[in-house]
């Protein structure tokens, strides 16, 4: 198997996260069923955030650094989990303190549904019953999508 790093691996996760948007979309199930979906779906959607989230802050470290530059960043950036607005903020900042505040006046809604997901799958991992539809699931999904793609620009840019 290849093995992809930051923005195109990052992109193979987004298109395995849609797929399985997708497949559970044209099931067909009950209510109550698709709502199970949902917070499974949520989990998913905070994994792919807080993975590409590893994956590109590894990139820029790998692109912008020595070895064990990039070595440790990738060390300390692998103990971050459970993302949501505030551990992104302080990721973002520890690499670029004036990043931050452009991110998070373009995409204020992204940022939200980060929360969101991010508090679904808490709620979800320690026994909960958070009632989620899988339509706001989808708009979660297709936020975090655009935060991710916009991290993909600032820190795993593409040659233009």
């Not at 549904?113 to 958070?130: A, E």
């Not at 899988?134 to 936020?143: A, I, N, W």
Request: charge should be neutral; glycine fraction near 6%.
């Amino acid at each position: 198997m290849v093995q992809f790093y930051g923005t195109d691996e990052v992109r193979r996760q987004e298109k395995r996260l849609s797929t399985t948007f997708e497949l559970i979309k044209k099931a067909p199930v009950d209510k109550e069923t698709q709502a199970h979906f949902a917070r499974y779906l949520s989990v998913r959607v905070a994994g792919y955030a807080e993975q590409s989230l590893k994956d590109l802050v590894s990139a820029y470290a790998r692109h912008h650094g020595s070895a064990p530059l990039h070595s440790y960043v990738e060390s300390k950036v692998n103990k971050v989990w459970g993302i949501d607005r505030a551990k992104l903020e302080e990721v973002i900042t520890g690499l670029d303190n004036t990043w931050w505040s452009d991110l998070k006046e373009k995409m204020p809604q992204e940022l939200d549904s980060l929360n969101s997901v991010g508090k679904i799958r808490n709620n979800v991992s320690h026994g909960g019953d958070q009632g989620v539809t899988l339509d706001t699931v989808t708009q979660y999904r297709d936020d975090v999508i655009q935060l991710v793609r916009y991290l993909c620009e600032l820190l795993d840019p593409r040659p233009k």
